[in-house]
């Protein structure tokens, strides 16, 4: 991507590559397009790899290698050592992604752009997964491992962390404002909990009634449903970088000064975000959250085997008892979705995520005491759920806080090196789990070990994050780093001889700017209607203008009905 220090235009001046968004403040289809549906559907793959590509390669990839049901040696090394070894490359794939897009400049921001090229990149890589051609189980599976391994590394080490940088690094620049970010912080990280779900819920379906099951699989079958899902994933992402913008990276642009983030150094980054205590505590939270995670999603299905399974509940292979706890796990997740960004609003985020913690950790106690009770394992999964919510939803927008906070302390942001880290400890958390998990529980073949996974792991987590949440006060300062931050833009204009326009006020001319061309727009089209239909401009932009009263007139009562309130 070009940057601005480079005089030549840039592909992004182009009038077809402009973003959607033309307010000033963050609105409904802005939050529904660029920040739900446009995370779901690039990460759609993803929800699904997490429950299924292992299956995936073992009892369809491999499966003609199986002798008296299992994988011979050389295979189950390579599944085993391909995603451990992987965590390397997808570390520094995320590293380099974040100072890719922290050194862009375009007019389409930093992060955008490559949401854009992600767009084709992830749709590409998806589908390669499934076109890796299958061995006849006699000749060496070589050529197969090799692909497999090519195909996993250029969508969780290439593809996936170019993206998910990208997509995490919006919300810290989508605005200033403190609510309206942890807003489309909760749009997007309900867009992850919802990939999971239907990673976990929806897609065995799939697989039982058009993928030929397990017993019987149809790689062609899987193949057709993979370019579907590649197809979806490229349209859906580029619906998202058009219903999104980058209004804190459009600061330094609109005032006419030119942006010296992509001249700061990774050295001096590093230094300014490692000598920044809340930027630790947000980080080892982070760390906390997702490491435990990744222990029980990868144990769950071994907890219900070893306690539920034979159960009426449960079934043969506990398989029962999974789909109740898991349904009992989401139900909570997508309730509290509703009222947790105004709580957070009213009390803070900080406040919301440390009683949800201790809410969570409570749920944790109480399924870890009955381990053989579906009724007390579900209360406890329910809980646990329910109170890790904040933290789920909340978590871009505490690490937003921070950065504003290092911005106003350095004058300059770590925007793409934090979300490199993040989307760095996002991808290795599962592969790193899976490497420790295996070696603790001997491949699932212990108890005590699958039930500490699921439950005590998560649990012990989550009570260390309510007591991190504790000292994480970093919202107190966010008034006063916006004075700071915009003081440093003024004094930094004058210095160069410019005229000084706050942001604010730069955003709302802009606005006004766009509602006015769209304003002559539409009355050029409605002249060109009525000349064609024959019908009086005069009247037709009367009844418009009169409709357009009695909207304002029911929204006006509608809002003094609510101050009554």
Not at 31 to 45: E, N, R, V
Request: net charge positive.
């Amino acid at each position: 991507m070009e940057n601005t220090s480079s005089k030549k235009n840039s592909i992004f001046d182009n009038p077809v590559l402009s973003t959607k968004i033309k307010s000033a403040n963050v609105k409904f289809r802005e939050m529904l397009f660029g920040y739900f549906l446009g995370p779901f559907g690039a990460l759609l793959a993803s929800g699904i790899f997490t429950s299924f590509l292992n299956r995936y390669w073992t009892d369809v990839l491999f499966v003609n290698y199986k002798t008296n049901g299992g994988l011979p040696s050389n295979i189950t090394t390579f599944l085993t050592l391909l995603p451990l070894l992987s965590t390397v490359l997808i570390v520094v794939g995320n590293l380099v992604a974040g100072q890719i897009i922290e050194r862009t400049r375009t007019k389409a921001g930093k992060a955008r752009p490559w949401i854009l090229l992600s767009s084709v990149l992830l749709g590409v890589s998806c589908i390669f997964m499934f076109i890796v051609p299958m061995g006849n189980g006699t000749d060496s599976p070589v050529l197969t491992m090799a692909l497999t391994a090519i195909a996993y590394n250029l969508y969780y080490s290439v593809c996936y962390p170019l993206y998910n940088t990208a997509n995490s690094t919006l919300i810290p620049v989508s605005t200033r404002n403190s609510n309206q970010r942890s807003l489309l912080a909760s749009f997007t990280n309900f867009a992850s909990v919802g990939v999971m779900g239907a990673g976990g819920m929806v897609f065995p379906l799939i697989i039982s009634y058009f993928l030929g099951g397990w017993k019987t699989p149809n790689k062609t079958a899987w193949m057709i449903a993979f370019i579907a899902i590649g197809i979806f994933t490229f349209v859906i992402t580029l619906l998202q970088y058009y219903f999104c913008r980058e209004r804190v990276t459009e600061e330094s642009m609109n005032s006419g000064l030119e942006s010296t983030n992509n001249k700061i150094s990774v050295k001096r980054q590093l230094k300014a975000v490692a000598t920044e205590k809340y930027w630790w505590l947000v980080i080892i939270f982070y760390l906390l959250f997702q490491v435990s995670g990744a222990f029980k999603n990868l144990s769950i299905t071994y907890f219900c085997s070893d306690h539920f399974s034979g159960t009426a509940i449960g079934g043969n292979d506990g398989s029962g008892a999974m789909t109740i706890i898991n349904v009992l796990g989401a139900v909570p997740m997508a309730i509290a979705m509703a009222f947790i960004w105004s709580l957070s609003a009213k009390f803070g985020k900080r406040i919301v995520c440390l009683i949800g913690c201790l809410i969570a950790a409570g749920g944790g106690i109480l399924a870890g005491i009955f381990p053989d009770n579906i009724y007390g394992v579900g209360i406890g999964v329910a809980l646990k759920s329910f109170g890790s919510a904040p933290a789920c939803y909340m978590i871009l927008a505490l690490i937003a806080d921070v950065l504003d906070h290092i911005e106003a302390k350095n004058g300059y942001r770590c925007d793409g090196l934090t979300m490199s880290i993040y989307s760095s400890l996002m991808a290795a958390s599962t592969p790193i789990a899976t490497g420790i998990f295996n070696a603790i529980s001997k491949g699932g073949a212990q108890e005590a070990a699958n039930t500490i996974s699921y439950i005590w792991i998560e649990t012990v987590a989550y009570a260390i994050c309510a007591v991190i949440m504790i000292f994480f006060v970093v919202e107190k300062y966010l008034k006063s780093d916006r004075e700071k931050i915009l003081e440093r833009q003024k004094a930094a204009a004058i210095a160069a001889g410019i005229d000084w326009i706050p942001p604010e006020e730069k955003l709302r001319m802009e606005e006004e700017e766009s509602y006015r061309i769209a304003e002559e727009t539409r009355k050029e089209e409605l002249k060109a209607k009525c000349l064609k239909k024959g019908l009086d401009f005069e009247l037709e932009e009367e009844k418009y203008q009169t409709k357009i009263a009695e909207k304002k007139r029911i929204a006006e009562e509608k809002t003094k009905r609510k101050l009554k309130k």
